[in-house]
């Protein structure tokens, strides 16, 4: 397939590849499915994570090292699902980009940034509950608030170092039909040593919180079967059970929603580097992209579930913020048997959470 040489510094630039026009025969389909999932992506992740933040504000106050990655992690996703109204537009456009390359480069900026700001985040909670359980007198101070704080700036800095090279890049792009791309990953093909570079974004970005978090949850899971083994009193009430379930469960959302784009786009760059795949070749890899970052992007809605099986507080705090909305609505006996409903799975939740060890793996 002949490439075109191309000067990535204009905003806007002619097709890089003329000969495929057939990279987007899917914009029929694709400008229904796609604005339905973000708009669900949008409201639930966007609903659930300002929920989250609600019942972590108060907690700031009295700030330790799990509520303040909590709360990184909640803000990531706010911003993140914040950047999604314009990209409903531009699916329900069928793939037309109307409001220029600055704007356009605004919004993957802030779709990028928070999207790996999340990743790392979720890998610094991971590292986090493995030095509560594993290290704690040996590492505490990677646990003190104020080395956290550089931890989470550094986070950020690192995320923002990672993306800010899509400035000097076109993002936009004048397709032969007259309609503008935006984001596209065909926008980029020519970019000098684009395998390369994505291929080592991909191990920065994915391959490395992935061994960590994988690494850091197998020892935890190891360890609680270890305490189990040693108390059968603490195997019988299933709390142990109930901790690994929660460790499994944040280690499948991650594997779930991050692995299928990362492994996609990890193959193609590969296969770009010993060949030239043609354009049948690119369209399956264009709609098989637009697949798995659709399912990438889900996690945000999955995140605040996860905080309400696993972070003591906040179950308790949304079955409180529940109980109340729900006693305005209804009578008094209604309202009261309730409240003793909601008093008992709370008590509940209290028994549940009362080892050391468990507490220390759940997020405090």
Known sequence: MAELSVNISNDSVISLTPSCNNLYNHRNEARILMPLHY???????????VLALYVIWPNLKKLNSTTLYSAHLVV??????????????YYALGFHWPLGDG???FTALLFYINTYAGVNFMTCLSVDRFIAVVLPLRCARFRKVKNVRYICAAVWVLV??????LLSMPLTNVEDDGYVTCMEYPNFENVENLPVMLIGAVILGYGIPLVIILGCYSVLCFKLRMTAKANPLSEKSGCNRKAIGVICC??????????PYHIDLLQYMIRKLIGHPDCD??????ISLHVTVCLMNFN?????????FACKGYKKKVLKLLKRQVSVSFSSVARTSH??????MIGGERINMSSRLRSSVMMD
Do not use: W
């Not at 911003?79 to 990209?87: A, D, E, K, W």
């Not at 923002?160 to 090279?165: A, E, F, H, I, V």
């Not at 409240?339 to 008992?344: F, G, I, L, N």
């Open 39 to 49: 708009v669900i992506v949008f409201v639930v992740g966007l609903l659930g994570n």
């Open 300 to 308: 945000s809605c999955l995140d605040p579930f996860i905080y309400f």
């Open 339 to 344: 409240e003793a409903s909601s008093r008992d």
């Open 281 to 286: 070749e690119l369209h399956a890899f264009q």
């Open 250 to 259: 944040v280690i499948l959302v991650f594997v779930m929603c991050y692995s």
């Open 103 to 105: 704007l356009c480069k």
């Open 76 to 89: 990531s996703d706010i911003l993140f699902t914040l950047s999604l109204p314009l990209r409903v537009m």
């Open 160 to 165: 923002l170092m990672q993306t800010l090279p």
